[in-house]
């Protein structure tokens, strides 16, 4: 098997897990469970706290000591299992605790699993910019396909989707051993865990655009994690009214018209960064968010089943725009010497303090629009888009662009 397959297979896995999950799970814990909005939106908030610490310490025990593949199959085998325990717990004490610990040891994942593959390539000579996109594609497919997985088994409500992930994490947890060779020290940065939490990089928050720049992104960071927690539990509750509707019965599937759009939008970025520069794409993905969710607050499965479409095709914008362009913006900005360091401020801006705001505000935000069991998804919905407009109004009003043009390779 050549190293581009293998590490495809890798990749594959490593999203097929988090997308058997990350979508349905605040269904499950919201209609079948019962959970509150703010114990939902505590636990999708567990992967903003385990941001902010693990995926650097991990990856300085990949740097120093072990080798990133086991590092990364050790991870894996110990969120399996956590997450199987998960499938067999109801309460929420418990369950926010297995979430954390499946967090801590997931959310490295994904930083070593770039590492892993940009290890391999790099030994064998090859092109990193122009042959890791293609196999990273492959990660976004098997999100997708997690999702339809759970989606045409019925498993959305139920704990099965749990099991499902686990038994992914299990196997590639298994397989990460038979990978290439990632030892410590070659071809990774080794800097201290000051430097990978992004703190090197303090500095740019003297420079105002940066700060501003950085406060937006946290703030948009929050947004993303809405619809992650609520976006199924919103589809789920039409179950009454369109019990037949296709949203109703495949709401996984709707749900990764959003991925797919994100897939696609990915490809625009450079023409439209070149061609406009980060303030504008800024502006399209914030008002892109609150395209997002307006069209949830009016939509409906049934004759509004075209606006929760729109939805979702508007959310590669809301993403890309600000998530994918962002990081490239912090490149360009940024001096080589603190450019890692860069690079982690910006992560624990968004998937950190990002994703806990995010989190938590939007379970109290669902819980004051739910009276006697019954939530009042169009107010909840044009909260948010609300809290996205504002973003709007005020970030063009407070940043200010360099003139340079955002570089977007080498």
């Known amino acids: 098997m050549s190293v581009r397959l293998r590490l495809i297979v890798m990749n594959f ?26 114990q939902v939106g505590s636990i999708y908030a567990t992967m903003g706290v385990a941001s902010v610490f693990t995926p650097s310490i991990m990856g300085i025990i990949a740097d120093r000591w072990v080798n990133a593949e086991r590092v990364l199959g050790i991870c894996h085998i110990i969120g399996a299992l956590l997450l199987f325990w998960a499938a067999n717990e109801t309460e929420y004490s418990m369950m926010y605790v297995i ?41 976004t497919v098997g999100f997708v396909a997690a999702m339809w997985v759970i989606d045409f088994g019925k498993w959305t409500l139920v704990p099965t989707q749990l099991y499902v992930s686990s038994t992914a994490g299990l ?14 020290g070659h071809g ?33 960071g929050a947004a993303l994690q809405i619809t992650n927690t609520f976006g199924e539990a919103f589809i789920h509750d039409f179950t009454d009214t369109y019990p037949n509707s ?16 994100e897939t696609l939008f990915i490809l625009t970025i450079p023409f439209f960064l070149k061609r406009f520069g980060i303030k504008t794409v800024m502006m399209m993905s914030i008002l892109a968010w609150v395209l997002r969710f307006g069209l949830f607050a009016f939509g409906n499965p049934g004759d509004g089943l075209i606006l929760l479409i729109m939805s979702m095709i508007v959310y590669g914008i809301a993403f890309d725009f600000f998530n994918i362009s962002g990081s490239l913006f912090v490149k360009s900005e940024t001096d080589n010497s603190i450019l ?11 998937n950190g303090i990002g994703a806990f705001v995010g989190g938590t505000l939007s379970g109290w935000v669902v819980d004051y629009f739910t009276i006697d069991g019954v939530r009042d998804w169009q107010s909840i919905w044009l909260s948010f888009a609300g809290y996205s407009l504002v973003l709007g109004i005020i970030f063009p009003l407070s940043f200010r662009q360099n003139p340079k043009p955002v570089a977007t390779a080498n």
């Open 246 to 261: 296709f949203a109703v019965q495949h709401p996984s599937l709707l749900m990764s018209v959003s991925q797919i759009s």
């Open 99 to 139: 979430m954390l610990l499946n967090s801590m040891f997931y959310m490295p994942t994904l930083a070593l699993n770039n590492a892993v593959s940009y290890a391999a390539l790099q030994k064998r000579g090859i092109d990193i910019v122009q042959h890791f996109p293609p196999i990273r594609v492959w990660g």
């Open 340 to 350: 890692s360091s860069a690079q982690g401020l910006f992560m624990l801006m968004t």
């Open 188 to 220: 990774r940065p080794t800097g201290s865990l000051i430097s990978s939490l992004g703190f090197d990089a303090i500095v740019l928050f003297k420079r105002a655009r940066m700060a501003v720049f950085f406060l937006f992104a946290m703030m948009l």
């Open 171 to 184: 196997l590639l947890g298994l397989y990460a051993f038979t990978l290439p060779a990632c030892p410590p």
């Open 13 to 38: 896995l490593e999203f097929f897990i988090w997308g058997a999950w990350l979508i349905s799970l605040g269904g499950y814990m919201i209609i079948t469970l019962k959970f509150t909005g703010s």
